[in-house]
């Protein structure tokens, strides 16, 4: 399937978002991630399955003023 | 003893963690200043996630609160969804609210914020917004559920200064009970201990810190310029006069002609 993943499109066979998470080698427990605008839970990940053309965002800690 | 949504905090300066030479030069200035809460961002990470992880060790290892920030958010919804990822990450419910309305100014789209505030507070978050120094508009962000306000006292990283020093003073008579932090727009210590003295209850730095030649001792200088101020408005200072008054008592002076 086809995903947006950070703005960029790509192919995965990955059905879940921590399929998909592991697919693209995405570790660490300070992860956050959203799919089509809404946040999905750490805890959710495993069950939540990934539709063709969805929009997933993985943020990470960074700095800020 | 500075009190923020019910916790206490032993320093008036929180700080940010951008622009800094280096990491150990930011954990460095942290120590210097004695701030006990710094914001922090989150951005889109490269496949592997590494590089936020290194920032994430390197802000536990601080042992300060965290105070998540929503900057580069335009919209409601960007600002509302980067607080909910922001919870998830770092484990609070502090967020400082930023909606950016103008992309030269920085400064905050006051509507948006508002909005957001609101939706945000009705999910249990404590939120810190960025806002100018308009009093209606703080007004509407206590009524959306605030507890803390943030005017700006210049635009973000202009290093100006209290370009309103009216504006601050009423803001101040207008909540006296609200805790009042100014965010952005301060360059120097001086600046700070001026907003301390007209009775602000902290300051966040970030640019002012970090782009200094020597980031630690000007966090250092800050702190004492903070607590300068502080001291200064609790001891209750003179008001200017146009004339003179002799400091030396005058009963008692000898007569010579």
């Known amino acids: 399937m086809t995903y947006i993943v950070n703005g960029e499109t790509l192919e995965s066979s990955a059905k879940t978002l921590s399929e998909l998470l592991l697919a693209l080698e995405y570790e660490g427990d300070w992860l956050a991630t959203a799919v089509n605008g809404e946040l999905v839970h750490r805890s959710d990940r495993a069950d939540h399955r990934l539709n063709d053309r969805d929009r997933i965002e993985i943020l990470s800690p960074m700095k800020g003023g | ?257």
């Open chain 2, 1 to 257: 003893m500075l009190t923020l949504y019910g916790t206490e905090l032993g320093s008036r300066m929180l700080l940010g963690t951008a622009r800094y030479p280096s990491p150990a030069i930011l954990a460095e200035a942290v120590r210097q200043a004695g701030t006990e809460a710094v914001t922090v961002s989150l951005r889109r990470e490269t496949a592997g996630g590494r590089q936020g992880g290194a920032f994430f060790e390197l802000i536990r290892e601080l042992g300060v609160r965290v105070l998540p920030n929503t900057a580069g958010c335009h919209t409601v919804s960007e600002a509302v969804l980067t607080a909910k990822m922001a919870r998830e990450v770092f484990g609070t419910n502090w967020i400082k609210l930023e909606v950016i309305g103008h992309h030269d100014t920085l400064q905050p789209d006051v509507f948006a914020l508002v909005e957001a505030a609101r939706i945000l507070a009705g999910e249990g978050f404590e939120v810190f917004p960025y806002t100018t120094d308009d009093l209606v508009v703080a007004e509407r962000l206590i009524d959306a559920g605030c507890r803390v306000l943030m005017p700006w006292c210049a635009p973000i990283g202009s290093a100006s200064g209290p370009q309103n020093i009216a504006a601050l003073r009423t803001m101040r008579a207008h909540f006296p009970d609200v805790p009042l932090i100014v965010d952005a727009g301060i360059g120097r210590p001086s600046h700070a201990t001026t907003v301390m003295e007209l009775g602000y209850d902290a300051v966040l730095l970030n640019t002012a810190v970090a782009g200094a030649g020597n980031p630690a001792l000007m966090a250092s200088a800050f702190a004492k310029a903070i607590d300068a101020g502080r001291a200064a408005f609790e001891a209750g200072m003179l008001e200017p006069r146009d004339m003179a008054v002799p400091s030396t008592p005058v009963i008692g002076k000898a007569v010579f002609s």
